[in-house]
């Protein structure tokens, strides 16, 4: 509606007004609706009510009231509407069907530059601006091409600050080869009338809507079939015999004078179809006998002897009576010769009719329950139901060839639920079939998830089994590229997300503008969300128990394991199968890597070996794709994110509770260890609880929210983490805080070294 010139003005969520209306079991209903806009346009003012169609076909079945579908496929509210109308407005339902599918996404691209100020050198924009002015139509790639020094990001730039022209509801503004660019909308236009025009021009174009093919005319009492309509000759293909070419001047000539017309009367319509639908259920081999038959009937109109020689003569004769017959009945003989095996036998059931039906009975009411009953008790069971009944019972294999034929989706949803049936579901990504599942371009959508490593680890300093530590991932969905992993022994929670983004943002100064994730409740924490917010990004959830929507990232913690994790010591592949683990495979007695050095070799593997590395998916490596796709869908460099201490602070997770306790003398207690700031002297503070902050890269500090304003805490282990790297300092933590975990005491720093 923003870039609607009818659209004047519109309002979301317009105040709520009460609706009145019958269930799908006559119940009334009344309770206040709250449309999605309230829009005024040129012709009026109405509500508007957005759905999407799937999402109307369960309503209107359950509330046939409410929704209602018309003749014409649109959808309609009556309570709605009867609201409307009391002011005289109206009330729309609008689907998803009505959206053009790359207007949105090509919105979706230019977001960055849309909603955000950027700018671009004069001297760009002249060349730019000039070079299109000159060359009208002219397309991004050939562009590129010509201007030396400009890339892909100074011509969005220009589109954004309209510039620049480009028909959104054309193509993909990605695919540079064919997206054109024009200086404004007037000249496109124009442009676009002058080449329909020319178009018109051609000889071709003066009967618009009669010369289309498979057009059927009547010519001298005879159908033809128009094959092709050319500049200079046009072919016709007759109901019998080889197509012939005309010189389309004296084609026109003949259709002028009447002689040829176009054959449009209503039952060819049908007629056609009928044919249609024969051609279509034709096998190959079917066609290939028609065709032999064909050539054999035609050379027999033709009194070519030597052809049909060796055909016996009733055989000859019953062909060419079953190509004048179709001939006669769908306007074409050839259909006639397609071979009638599938109608050769008796097709009608020979099974007793009450005992299939009880047999039918029998597979939907007790072998396709929940109860998940075998096939041979749900066969015995009908077997002494028939001999109740006095009826003849249907064979064994007649029952499990029953039972091969139902649908494998809807049969095992009824038998084994939802999730088990998920495997059989029909795989679809996005409403539309134009939707690119993994975006256009790199940051564009973003997976995040985490996974418990099959690894033991040892403590660095006192050599003590520490555990599995969890790691998560952040990768690029339309590069496949590692963008962040951080390792911890913390369960999942929202403060890995956080140390995520952080690395992220760390090594390339973007935030992505999707991110995707799972149902699990570490993604849905006020911080979290606080943080996507204040960046633009949005979150996306995936459905709950559909892994495909996730096989990106889940396709990658795989990829770790086998190519990195199950190559080191201590690896937990033994520990699978319990039986049979002895001493000399236990995993917990070859564990020899520390968090730290583990962490060392992951990253060398995710940024280095991994990411330039051959991919099967891309056909090359996810470096490689990602700086390609960076240049064609621009470097973006106005929605860089700093990473200084403002955004770090942003990162900053809480612990457990959110809060903490300033205890007299002591201070607040964050993750087993005690901190101190001058602000808690304040005797009004002493023993109450404030909201805390904490930075799993810096154990050294802390933050609490006191009197209005975040202050620094200092830790124990302050002196010993100043002059240490944000890295070293993160591993240290790490192992203190699962040490101090495990023994519920704190922990003397000086035994931690630092690698």
């Known amino acids: ?180 660019l024009w200086i404004d909308q007037p000249t496109c236009d124009a442009y676009n009338r002058t080449s329909e025009v020319s178009s018109n021009t051609s000889i071709a174009s003066i009967y618009p809507t009669k010369f289309l093919p498979n057009t059927v005319l009547m010519w001298d009492s005879q159908l033809w079939t128009l094959v092709n ?67 054999i009937v035609q050379a027999y109109f033709q009194k070519n002897t030597d052809i049909y020689k060796d055909i016996k003569p009733r055989t000859l004769r019953r062909w060419v009576q079953q190509f004048r ?89 009824k038998r084994k639920g939802a999730k088990a049936a998920y495997a059989t579901e029909p795989f679809i990504w996005e409403l539309t079939k134009n939707t690119r599942p993994h975006g256009n371009r790199p940051f564009e959508i973003v997976h995040i998830d985490h996974t418990e490593l099959d690894i033991e680890l040892r403590s660095q300093a006192t050599v003590r089994l520490l555990g599995r530590p969890w790691l998560t991932l952040l990768t690029d969905a339309y590069s496949r590229r590692i963008l962040a992993a951080y390792l911890t022994f913390d369960a999942p929670s929202y403060r890995s997300c956080m140390m995520g983004l952080r690395i992220l943002v760390q090594r390339f100064n973007r935030f992505p503008s999707t991110l995707v994730v799972d149902g699990g409740k570490e993604f849905h924490s006020i911080y979290f969300d606080t943080l996507l917010a204040r960046y633009h990004c949005t979150k996306k959830v995936r459905p709950g128990g559909k892994p495909r929507f996730g096989s990106v990232i889940e396709r990658l913690f795989g990829t770790t394991n086998t190519e990195l994790i199950f190559n080191l010591l201590g690896n937990t592949q033994a520990s699978k199968q319990p039986r049979q683990l002895t001493k000399t495979v236990n995993p917990k007695n070859l564990a020899v890597w520390n968090l730290g050095d583990l962490y060392t070799h992951l990253t060398q593997w995710a940024y280095s070996i991994y990411d330039k590395n051959f991919h099967e998916s891309l056909n090359t490596s996810p470096h490689e794709v990602y700086t390609q796709r960076m240049k064609m869908a621009g470097e973006r460099l106005h929605r860089s994110v700093a990473y200084n201490e403002d955004f770090i602070m942003a990162t900053r997770p809480t612990n457990t509770k959110g809060k903490a306790r300033i205890q007299p003398g002591q201070g607040i207690k964050v993750n087993y260890i005690y901190y101190w700031s001058d602000a808690f002297r304040n005797p009004t503070l002493e023993k109450t609880d404030v909201p805390v902050r904490y930075d799993p890269f810096d154990m050294g500090i802390a933050y609490a929210y006191v009197e209005g304003r975040w202050v620094r805490c200092i830790s124990q282990y302050y002196s010993s983490f100043v002059g240490h790297t944000e890295k070293e300092v993160l591993l240290a933590a790490s192992e203190i805080r699962q040490s101090a975990k495990r023994n519920a005491t704190k922990m003397n720093l000086n035994c931690v070294t630092f690698s």
């Open 1 to 180: 509606m923003e870039h609607d010139p009818d659209v004047l003005e519109f309002y979301d969520q317009p105040p709520p007004f009460k609706i009145q209306y019958k269930n799908n079991k006559g119940r009334n209903i009344g309770h206040y609706h709250t449309p999605e806009f309230f829009v005024l346009r040129q012709e009026g003012a109405c509500w508007e009510e957005w759905k999407t169609v799937k999402e109307l076909e369960k309503l209107s079945q359950k509330y046939p009231g409410r929704y209602q579908k018309t003749a014409s496929s649109e959808w309609r509210c009556p309570p709605g509407e009867a609201h409307a109308a009391k002011f005289g407005l109206k009330y729309c339902v609008r689907t998803d069907g009505e959206l053009n599918e790359v207007f949105p996404q090509n919105l979706m691209f230019l977001e960055d530059y849309l909603g955000f100020k950027s700018n671009l050198a004069s001297e760009a924009t002249s060349q730019i601006i000039e070079l299109v002015t000159d060359n009208p139509g002219i397309t991004i790639a050939a562009l590129l091409s010509e201007l030396i020094g400009i890339c892909a990001n100074d011509v969005y730039i220009l589109i954004a600050m309209e510039q620049l022209y480009v028909d959104l509801s054309d193509v993909h503004i990605i695919e540079h080869w064919r997206t054109r």
């Open 229 to 295: 309509y050319g500049e200079t000759k046009t072919t016709l293909l007759p109901e019998s015999g080889f197509p012939i070419e005309l010189p389309t001047s004296f084609f026109l000539q003949l259709f002028d004078s009447g002689a040829i017309h176009v054959h449009d009367e209503a039952t060819d319509i049908t007629i056609n179809e009928t044919v249609r639908k024969k051609m279509d259920g034709a096998s190959p081999a079917h066609l290939k006998e028609a065709n032999r038959k064909f050539n």
């Open 325 to 413: 017959e179709a001939e006669l009945e769908y306007g074409c003989g050839y259909v006639g010769l397609l071979p009638r095996t599938s109608k050769k036998g008796n097709r009608k059931p020979k099974a007793p009719h009450e005992s299939s039906e009880l047999l039918n009975k029998f597979i939907t009411e007790h072998f396709e329950t929940p109860r998940q009953a075998t096939a041979a008790s749900v066969y015995r069971a009908y077997v002494r139901a028939c001999s109740t009944l006095n009826l003849q019972p249907l064979s064994n294999r007649t029952f499990y060839q029953r039972l091969k034929f139902r649908p494998i989706h809807e049969q095992t949803l």
